[in-house]
DNA sequence: CTGAAAGCGCTAACAA
DNA sequence: TTGTTAGCGCTTTCAG
């Protein structure tokens, strides 16, 4: 009797002399699809039993050139919107038989280089970016790949890539609309670093609200934050500098918005009473704090699953006839711009003389 | 001149041919090991660089029997306590040249036997999980299997998984201490479903300062949770029933922690003036609460480096003589414990008698 | 219904 | 210094 090496899993092979068949046979019971005579089927199957065989994805993916993997790429994990992100991917890709390998930058562009080059060489079905860093040159380079690559509230500049956003300018509209309507008129910003495009559309947004003509006399202030609850504290006493009047402030993210609630208490500083604080992600944490954060919410477990579908669509496509990859790379619907909605809490009321 | 099929990666016979060489010389330029003529390599690295040609990491892993892929396998990624372990494993691992598939379990068991059957398949070098709802009939699984394993926060009962964790017991105890020595006396506890060891052996932490005979007359009342601010809302409900009197809750961790001090905040009772809370995990959000909550912080990070560390070396030793695995995993040194630390904030204070 | 054989893309002896 | 060759574990024609 042929021995197993110890410490080597069991190959198709081992299973075929084991059954005393061929491998095509074993093969062909594992995938089902042809027949096979039930008393061989047994045979084979008691000895994929006995052995605790398992094929391998590595030989699999090598001779059909597909991994069955998907690949994700986020800012930073530690952020809790990104978890929200990574569940709808993962969740879409698993019902469809497909895991995916996590890719953190950890809000460093280098890093995200190498995870990029690391999903090309694994040879991943396909690429979910969701990193609001992604630099122009990566965007080049991404397009100039075979593999599918789908972006998540990023853009590339320049390349054509399919894209699922949320309305970042309707949703800072709706934010600054929000306190605008409430009677506040001298309104600030705390932003994040301009490489994020997400970060000038909320801004968009709201400048959008102050020039609309509707809410005369409005003083809107804009200083840049980092997007976490640290950063955001020397970026609300820069805020407050620079506009001492500022009776409402509305953050780039939730972070942002904890941070400057904090350092508003630590001011003496009520919230909504003195000064009002909107965010925007809607995290789980928003509705913990106190007060609740009134916050911009994106659908984002549509943007994850919309993700994936879009990229096993384009993997199924793609050795269509006549699936030109740069042709559909220009057809509209392939940016798709997600409806957001404001979520009104605590941290936000009439201005302190209304 | 042989052209590239449209949509198919470069291979290393494309590169050969190109170059004018085999694709053992392809191979040695880009392993870069053995030595190449200069005008060769250089030659080869045009072509690389023609092509844009990336090694394929599948046939690499076929032929080489390893895919510097480790699996990760968490409860819930949407809990702010993982994406930090998160982190620390891949942080790890990316500095040895490894990739991380992560398989969220979403605290539903099938889902996680689902994954790690699919790690198997995939022929991950390791799998580290930091699952606390492993199941017993997973340890066993996973002890038969010829993949090195390691256990991060959590046991799989019967089976001798390397494991590190940290020291629950000892967390329970100190946070226990801290209200005791405040003066409290009626404590109550918010824990997690017993099929987490984690809550288990807190609450022994707990017990055991209570039982110290340092404080006498001490009341604890235990109830159970979910381990999430939603679910810790009826549970603190269901404590202050049981009992009335008590004036700190320790909870499971921070997320019941928010939970609870919704709660009280709801009731109308002040914490910690009133009330005091305890959490465990020390995640950011801890000290973002108002107040900023008293929590027992575990070494995180220290935890999934660890972890990697141990399963690398576990890889590395697998193919030396007189490694066997069964008595490796029997050595006491497989488990290690980690020591915690209170960090004190202002959700607990004296009694309201004191 | 089943087996033989080729080959996915790569590496590593072994020759030359 | 370089090429030839075998083979990693699997699927899939193509014969039988």
């Known amino acids: 009797m042929h021995n197993l090496e110890v410490g080597r899993s069991a190959t198709i092979s081992d299973v075929a002399r ?82 995916v390998l996590l890719c953190d930058s950890a809000d460093d562009p280098s890093r995200e280089e190498t995870y990029l080059d690391l999903l090309i060489d694994r040879r991943v079905d ?15 380079w991404l397009a100039s790949r075979t593999v599918p690559v789908v972006l998540v509230n990023c853009t590339a500049r320049g390349a054509a890539l399919p894209a699922i956003l949320s309305d970042n300018r309707a949703g800072g509209r709706l934010a600054a609309e929000h306190v605008l309507d409430l009677g506040h008129r001298r309104i600030g910003h705390i932003s994040a670093p301009p490489r994020n495009a997400a970060a000038g559309d909320r801004v968009a947004g709201i400048q959008d609200a102050v020039d609309s003509g ?36 509305l953050c780039y993210n939730d972070l942002t918005a904890v941070g ?27 509705a913990w704090m106190e007060p609740p954060i009134t916050s911009v919410a994106q659908q984002t477990s549509a943007m994850g699953r919309w993700a994936v579908e879009r990229l096993l669509e384009r993997m199924a496509g793609e050795d269509e006839p006549g699936s030109d990859r740069r042709q559909l790379g220009e057809r509209s619907e392939n940016v798709v711009l997600l409806p957001v909605e404001l979520c009104v809490r605590g941290s936000t009321g009439p201005p302190p003389w209304a």
């Open 18 to 99: 084991r059954a005393g068949v061929s491998t095509a046979t074993v093969s062909r019971v594992i995938s089902g699809s042809t027949t096979v005579r039930a008393t061989t089927r047994a045979g084979v199957l008691a000895a994929v039993e006995a052995l605790g065989y398992r094929p391998s994805g590595v030989a699999r993916s090598l001779k059909l050139r597909t991994t069955h993997t998907l690949g994700l790429v986020v800012t930073d994990i530690a952020n809790p919107y990104f978890p929200q992100i990574v569940r709808a991917v993962e969740d879409a890709a698993l019902e469809r038989g497909h895991t």
């Open 126 to 140: 396909g690429i979910v970016i969701a990193s609001s860093g992604l630099q122009a040159r990566h965007g080049d």
């Open 214 to 249: 509707r809410y005369p006399g409005v003083e809107l202030t804009v200083v840049e934050g980092d997007g976490q609850a640290e950063g955001a504290e020397a970026a609300t006493l820069a805020l407050l500098e620079r506009a001492p009047g500022v009776t409402a402030i």
């Open 260 to 286: 400057a609630l904090r350092t508003l208490r630590g001011l003496g500083r009520r919230v909504p009473e003195d000064v009002s604080v909107v965010g925007y992600d809607d995290i789980p944490l928003a």
